[in-house]
Nanobody, 129 residues
Framework: QVQLVESGGGLAQAGGSLTLSCAPT????????MGWFRQAPGKEREIVAA????????YYTDSVKGRFTISRDSGKNTLDLQMNSLTPDDTAVYSC??????????????????????WGQGTQVTVSS
């Protein structure tokens, strides 16, 4: 298992922006796909965004389309989530995930928790009304 570390969480006002970052402690780690999940108080963990191994395809859950952008820096081996136009409904613990084994096409975006085998501990995002 590779340890992933998230950063960038914090408090934002409604309509504001935050950028989350994720990086493996092992800089040589290469993932077949990565994604961001979130879990709000009293709710199940849900997919937020995912990016394929090839980087060509991205997935966004409907509630964040047009507001969030997932990206990765292959050279730095980091994963980012740019969050704009934040609302209180975005308040949650955000976790990054990585898939370290092949299974699907390099263009596939993994959107289920069971698709991933490496996780970060999460970073809190709180959006005030």
């Amino acid at each position: 298992q590779v340890q992933l570390v998230e950063s960038g969480g914090g408090l934002a006002q409604a309509g504001g922006s935050l950028t989350l970052s994720c990086a493996p402690t092992d800089r040589t780690f290469v993932s077949y796909g990565m994604g961001w999940f979130r879990q709000a108080p009293g709710k199940e963990r849900e997919i937020v965004a995912a990016i394929s191994w090839s980087g060509d395809n991205k997935y966004y859950t409907d509630s964040v389309k047009g507001r969030f952008t997932i990206s990765r820096d292959s050279g730095k081996n980091t994963l980012d989530l740019q969050m704009n136009s934040l609302t209180p409904d975005d308040t949650a613990v955000y976790s990054c995930a990585a898939r370290s084994f092949p299974d699907y096409s390099q263009s596939y975006t993994y959107i289920r928790p069971n698709d991933y085998d490496s996780w970060g501990q999460g970073t809190q995002v709180t959006v005030s009304s």
